[in-house]
């Protein structure tokens, strides 16, 4: 069955860096698109960053643009989340995502704390 294991969250002054992995398995990894997301307390989950099956096609939300950088590594099935200048606003808990139409398949999530 699909698996998705994220790690490496945690607390981090702002100006710092984190990088989150996502840990894929039960599919052919090095097919598929694979997407971050992150909910904010209160807020919607939104779409972070996405990369593309080969890993040479990515796109970024805005508001992470220029910070934010998403990678992969097809033989460990990973894919990576390198963020840097992390800002209060980037509190959050960041999944990884695959979609398999018709099923969307969520990790369960790593919290990232951003304090001044």
């Known amino acids: 069955q699909v698996q998705l294991v994220e790690s490496g969250g945690g607390l981090v002054q702002a100006g710092g860096s984190l990088r989150l992995s996502c840990a894929a398995s039960?599919?052919?990894?090095?097919?598929?698109?694979m997407r971050w997301y992150r909910q904010a307390p209160g807020k919607e989950r939104e779409l972070v960053a996405h990369?593309?099956?080969?890993?040479?096609?990515?796109n970024y939300a805005d508001s992470v643009k220029g910070r934010f950088t998403v990678s992969r590594d097809n033989a460990k099935n990973t894919v990576y989340l390198q963020m840097n200048n992390l800002k209060p606003e980037d509190t959050a808990v960041y999944y990884c995502?695959?979609?398999?139409?018709?099923?969307?398949?969520w990790g369960e999530g790593t919290l990232v704390t951003v304090s001044l």
């Open positions: 995502n695959v979609r398999r139409v018709p099923i969307i398949y």
């Open positions: 039960g599919f052919t990894f090095s097919n598929y698109f």
């Open positions: 990369i593309s099956p080969a890993g040479n096609s990515t």
